[in-house]
């Protein structure tokens, strides 16, 4: 009786939480409740997912060097996975948008429907949207990072921003049409303007290239150029980031001569085009221009978002804030070009952001999907559905075989405890609670580095810490310093990582720092930098002794991270 007692409580247990891992609360947005979810694992939700022909089709990238793989993912609209591709040779920078390709025909033949998808390693592939099988492939420079920026259709070509150029290619079969060398480029989309594709660099330089492939460039002095220049009656509108604010210009495309529209906020995102009104965004504000007749600022509001923004319901403006609070904005125009700001919108998955949501209107079905920095995509929908809650598999299976393992441990203690055996129950009971801290083990140690963190008074400001000789386009970026008895390096312009050991991978990378780590019961721990060991390596956050692994060691957008040697 009391096996079958305690069996049966397994089975309500199990049961239980299955319930609840598949109903969840349902939430709403614009009348829209929460249909399905899907969850990608350690990794970021980092473009817009795009929904076409009854598919929504979602990228992810790494989030650390140790995180789960990059991939693209394909759904139907009731979250069943379509199929996946994963790229294990990417980085953490995969910020190239989805470009889905419709049939059609040209100078260089014929191709099907294809989605277009460019990798930080610096393949372009072109797929088949149903399966997801490989159409052809090409490969592209790689500097650190490889293709970052929004790719062009132009008829039957296929124009990608490279990491240092602009590449044309033939939809039919990936044959190279010209490859050319600009400048440097992150996140440097391609547009086309007249007969002319254009794009920018890292150093403000904007480049016009003929269909020919022969360029042309001006140095335009408004800082990076980090989107595509949006075209806008003839003219390209550039959001230029400097290094504590930015500028938004008019310039005309034939003789590069450059009209200054606004100053705004550092970090600025990609500017789009609702009902003919200019909406840019960046770390200060949300602000638009009529350019109607010529382009005048109307208005703004005070918002923090730096990647993507969506017009949604038709006539919204949709964007995520990219805070580690999180939550989605969502803006209206009053009298068409008056910015109002309906509300801000929370999920139970909000965090940093740069992904722009995906909506559409399927025939009397309305659809919208969100996605940032948790890997966590969540798909509202205009029809009333239960909840559904989809995993990876290898994921869903390990949770579900611990848990059992767990609750058969649980048992057996009960078991041995009701027969007076104390001592055996106590064993099972120290298994139960090791297994318990071993896999709670991440939250406990960030949790106990926010602690510390809270109680060191010696933490510092990066003012404070600031070095004069350190460009100032670092100021307002992650900066890390590797001190060795003989030399200092330092590295900075870095961003959106969420501690120091990912921070230290990437600032590493750029300095070519060889690392040398190991796996502890308490995290990784650096072994070495450049195959120098000595006693060990410390690292300070802001100024502040690290008391955890840099792996649970938490960091701000502007944190310097100063590793020492003993």
Sequence with gaps: MRYGAIVLSILILLGGLSSVSAQGEAETIQGLELDWEYDFGETFISTKPLITNDTIFVRTSTS????????????????????????????????????????GQGDCGTWSDMIVIGWSDGT??????????????????VLTWGITGSLLIDSDDLLVPTRTGLANYCLSDGSINFEIETGLGWRNGVSKSGENYFLGDETGTLWKVSKQGNISSKFLDIGKIRHAPLPVGGKLLVHGQGATESTIALLDPTDFTLEILSKSGPSPGIPIILNGTILTIDSNFVKTFDCSMSCQFIDQHPFISNGESSVVFDNMLMMPRNTVEGGWGLFTLNNSTELGFNELLSTRFDWYGTSAPAYQSIGEKQILALGNDNGYL??????????????SVDSGYISQILTLILFIFLATSGIQFLRGNYKSSFRFLIVILVVIFTFAFNDIATAWSSYISGLNDDTKTSE????????EEWLGTQVVVFEFDNQTLVSGGHLNNDNALELTYKASDSLMVSVEDTDTSIGKYIESFNGIQGEGWIFFVDGSEAMVSAQYAEINSDSIVHWKII
């Design 464 to 471: 404070e810490l600031w070095d004069d000789d350190w460009p």
């Design 124 to 141: 372009i592939q072109a797929l088949h949207p149903g399966t997801g099988n490989l159409f052809w492939q090409q490969n592209t420079e």
């Design 64 to 103: 650390t060097p140790n995180s789960d793989p990059a991939g693209i993912y394909a759904f139907d609209l009731d979250g069943e996975l379509l199929w996946s591709n994963l790229n294990y040779n990417s980085t953490s920078n995969d910020m190239s948008p989805i470009t889905y390709v419709e049939e």
């Design 378 to 391: 969540q798909v509202y929908s205009s029809v009333n559905n239960e909840l559904t809650v989809h995993e």
